[in-house]
């Protein structure tokens, strides 16, 4: 198949129409879906049947979510037919289950119920099978996995549990299984009744890990351990696990005491030695290479042996670095940069520099700094991404895209993005490639971003890394005396350059900023609707840099760290004597400030090579020192 860069705009394949006629559509839908959401039967069937509109299914999914009947029962079946998988499907779904339920239509219930977490659903749907005769063993076997979870089940299942326990499914390994699973993650609160289960003698172990769950040190008390039983032993395991983390010194002096107490197996001890590991390495522990020394190769990923060389960093081991981490596969970017430093140090600049030169090929954070240590140009390693048009026209024409951009263009994002999502999880690798340049055409950056990661495609550089809102980047950061790059490099990593992102602390718009340090940088406050207007969340944004810059003496790579941690929590980081700042930045305390700095500094030097600028933007970093 032929393949070339398209010579039209994605926005001319989804409509027959443009703004003028596309407003009036947009109108005549939300008139529809006004009536379906209010009017009668006979109303919203008139209002469907005169819409011309891609999302007309909306329009029946409000009806029907809204008005289950009977006596509509083939029509609301046919809907679900039709749009089943699709995000329109369960929304209707779970309301016509629920209103067969009532009207206790047990046939239909099990006819129209599909797999779900919804677990209240799900007992439903088990109870009315065994209601009307399904072989009890094929039901109860699921009814047991049902059960045995580290959450209460809702009410709905209640007696769906009481037949199956009565039925003896219920076995003592289960109970334990169960007890586990609440303990270690899951809710504490059930272990008071699922204590009850246990055999009387048994009863004090639910207690018992109960006071370790709340208090990890109990694990270090032997007295509590009476039999030097398995489940004893289980319980200890996962208590030292958690002690490790709280007070080191005397998990390491009761696991010696409970190993030899207790006959673990080689897995169980693997997996204390790598929770030690781990916990040790990542506090700069002096035991820490004891004990990494003592997990399973196989075990040794490289999150382990990150932390392994940020403790060795800590203590400028360069000798023990290259003794670690030499003749090792498959070593990161990361540490391969690190490996190529230490043997500097030691005087090996010629293997250093081998190390550095294939580094240096990569597009990253470490391929960057590499570049800049020889005096590389950096490598971008971009590809133009070339889809056939026949393979666009297919997906710009799919009934999913055209939902989505209808969605879009109403500015309902949250269900534009259920059905992107939908599209491009039913779609091939190169349907997904297609979706994300239509996207990309019509400024869905976010959606670019997330579908060509989603399938690892790295070097689309361009895509992935857009000029989202150019103008209004430019025209702010250039007020506030600040480089465009690092805006646009920030908004990349906050929120891909998603105008309605919204994090879990209430971080908003595209450069999530949180209410209060917008009122702080606007002297008054900013509503969360303003915040997910570009314009005003650039200029906030822009501003705070600025602020974090002048606060950081002009040291943007503490502005940046500041920027997601906090200006007084960098303060405190920084080493009363001075080291060099690329192994300032290795040690951050907080990995996703650490990672949150390279990201940044990375995709500055993308966004500076874009706009043809010369030179590594990196380079700065190797000549400066942090604190003294």
């Keep these: 198949m032929k393949k070339q860069l398209l010579g039209f705009t994605a926005a001319a394949l989804l409509f027959p129409f443009f703004s003028a006629q596309a407003d009036s559509a947009h109108k005549a839908f939300l008139s529809a879906e006004k009536i379906a959401k209010n009017g009668s039967y006979q109303e919203f069937k008139e209002a469907a049947i005169q819409l011309d509109h891609p999302l007309k299914p909306y329009v029946e999914k409000m ?33 016509w289950l629920q209103h067969l339920q009532k009207h206790n239509r047990k046939a239909a219930y099990i006819q129209n119920y599909r797999t779900t977490r919804n677990n209240e659903l799900t007992c439903t749907y088990l109870k009315y099978q065994l209601d009307l005769g399904a072989p009890k063993k094929a039901i109860f076997n699921q009814v047991t996995d049902l059960w045995v979870v580290g959450k209460s089940q809702p009410k709905e299942c209640d007696s769906l549990f009481s037949l199956w326990r009565k039925q003896g499914y219920m076995s003592e390994k289960l109970v334990w299984q169960r007890i586990t699973l ?6 504490r609160s059930l272990l008071p009744y699922l204590k009850t289960l246990l055999p009387r003698k048994e009863q004090y172990l639910a207690d018992l890990y109960s006071k370790v769950r709340s208090d990890p040190s109990s694990a270090a008390g032997l007295y509590r351990y009476k039999h030097k039983s398995v489940k004893e032993g289980e319980i200890a395991h996962y208590g030292i696990k958690r002690l490790i983390w709280r007070d080191k010194a005397l998990a ?5 005491k409970l190993d030899a107490m207790f006959d673990y197996t080689d897995e169980q001890k693997a997996d204390v030695y790598y929770t030690f590991a781990l916990a040790l390495a990542s506090s700069g522990h002096e035991e820490a290479r004891f004990w990494l020394s003592k997990v399973p190769k196989e075990r040794q990923d490289r999150k382990l042996m990150q932390w392994q060389l940020g403790n060795m960093l800590k203590t400028q081991d360069w000798s023990g670095i290259v003794a670690f981490f030499t ?22 600049k010629e293997r250093a520099n081998t190390i550095w030169q294939g580094v240096a090929q990569e597009r990253d954070y470490y391929g960057f700094l590499a570049a800049a240590r020889l005096g590389l140009p950096v490598q971008l390693n971009n590809q133009p991404l070339l889809v056939s ?23 309902r994002f949250t269900s534009a993005r259920r059905e992107w999502n939908y599209l491009t999880n039913t779609s091939s690798e190169e349907e997904k490639l297609a979706a994300s340049k239509l996207a990309a055409e019509l400024d869905w950056y976010d959606s670019t971003i997330y579908t060509l990661a989603q399938i690892k495609a790295w070097d689309y550089v361009e895509l992935r890394f857009p000029f989202a809102f150019q103008d209004l980047f430019e025209r702010y950061s250039k007020r506030n005396h600040i480089d465009v790059t690092w805006s646009i490099a920030i908004s990349r990593r906050e929120s891909s350059f998603a105008p309605d ?22 002297k008054s406050r900013v509503s969360g609707s303003r915040l997910n207007q570009p314009k005003t969340n650039i200029r906030l944004g822009t501003e705070y840099l600025e602020y974090l810059k002048k606060k950081n003496k002009g040291n943007e790579v503490l502005a940046t760290a500041s920027y997601n941690a906090g ?23 907080y990995r996703e400030t650490r990672d949150y700095v390279k990201n940044v500094f990375a995709y500055r030097q993308v966004y500076h090579t874009r706009l043809g600028r010369e030179g590594n933007i990196l380079a700065p970093i190797l000549e400066m020192k942090m604190g003294g």
């Excluded at 679900?80 to 329109?88: A, F, G, N, R």
């Excluded at 609440?182 to 809710?187: F, H, K, M, R």
């Design 567 to 589: 200006y007084h929590r960098i303060k405190r980081w920084l080493p009363k004597e001075a080291m060099p700042a690329e192994l300032w930045v290795e040690l951050i305390p």
């Design 501 to 522: 992102a919204r994090s879990h602390a209430n971080a908003r718009g595209l450069m999530q900023l949180l209410p209060s340090t917008a009122k702080y940088v606007n």
């Design 252 to 256: 390491l002096k009761a696991w010696e």
């Design 182 to 187: 609440s303990a270690q993650g899951g809710t």
């Design 389 to 411: 048009d026949k393979l666009m026209l297919n997906v710009a024409n799919a009934p999913g895209f055209k939902r989505a951009k209808a969605l879009y263009e109403l500015k």
């Design 63 to 95: 009806y029907w979510q809204r008005n289950p009947s009977i006596e509509r029962q083939s029509e609301i079946e046919n809907y679900l037919s039709i749009y089943e998988h699709t995000p329109l499907e369960w929304p209707v779904r779970k309301a």
């Design 327 to 348: 003749g090792k596969e498959n070593l990161s970017l990361g540490q391969q940069y690190w490996l190529a430093y230490s043997l500097e140090q030691r005087g090996d």
